[in-house]
């Protein structure tokens, strides 16, 4: 039972554009939210995370939105650059000590 | 360095053999988390050590996975009589207090 679901397995977006990366969670427990990025043959990368209390977290070119009504979470990159080309993983997790779930990952490609 | 280290960061093995995979988590950080990425797939949650409280190893696909953590620091990922179907990169996450998690490089097992 997948409890983090990342629906889209890629997304192709112009450079300059915005990206937006999907996550939808089953468990109401679930608090806290993290965004992480992956490059290829290297260990996932902290990015951005948001808790329940809130339903935005800016920083720099990255915004996180959740809507816990609907279970929702999406990651937004405006502008989005050749760098941002990678693995993007959403994950969660219960209450401060719990384990953090990861979703499957987005494929992210910016094209030039 | 500072961050997390993993070793070896190959390993192929034959199917049937034990294998140890190794991880020095960042000095100080009192979370350790095992994942494991197969081919395609997202993280898979395997275990999960938080100071000195127990294990939460619910993530462990069958009884031949095992891990320890030695002194609070440590951890050593033990497979028993590997099967193809193990073949993934294991990697390794460690934490300060839960929050936001540092991975290492992770090791790629191929079992042959």
């Known amino acids: 039972d997948q409890q983090v679901k990342q629906n889209s397995p890629s997304l192709s977006v112009q450079e300059g554009r915005i990206s937006i990366l999907n996550c939808d969670y089953t468990?109401?427990?679930?608090?806290?939210f993290l965004w992480y990025k992956k490059y290829p043959a290297e260990g996932p990368t902290f990015l951005i995370s948001?808790?329940?209390?809130?339903d935005k977290n800016e920083d720099g070119r990255f915004t996180v939105f959740l809507n816990k009504s609907a279970k929702h979470l999406s990651l937004h990159i405006v502008p989005s650059q050749p760098g941002d080309s990678a693995v993007y993983f959403c994950?969660?997790?219960?209450?401060?000590?719990?384990?953090?779930?990861f979703g499957k990952g987005t494929r992210l490609h910016i094209l030039p | 360095g500072a961050g997390v280290s993993q070793s070896p960061s190959n390993k192929v093995t034959e199917k049937g053999k034990d294998v140890e995979l190794r991880c020095d988590p960042i000095s100080g950080h009192t979370a350790l988390y095992w994942y494991r990425q197969s081919l395609g797939q997202g993280l898979e949650f395997l275990i999960y050590?938080?100071?000195?409280?127990?294990?939460?190893k619910s993530g462990l696909p069958s009884d031949r996975f095992s891990a320890e953590r030695t002194g609070g620091s440590v951890s050593t990922l033990t497979i028993q009589r590997t099967q193809q179907e193990d073949s993934a990169v294991y990697l390794c996450?460690?934490?300060?207090?839960?929050?936001?998690?540092?991975f290492g490089p992770g090791t790629r097992l191929t079992v042959l």
């Open positions: 996450a460690s934490s300060l207090n839960a929050d936001t998690q540092y």
């Open positions: 468990n109401s427990m679930f608090d806290y």
């Open positions: 994950a969660s997790k219960k209450n401060r000590d719990d384990k953090i779930i």
């Open positions: 050590f938080q100071g000195n409280s127990a294990p939460d």
């Open positions: 948001i808790s329940s209390i809130k």
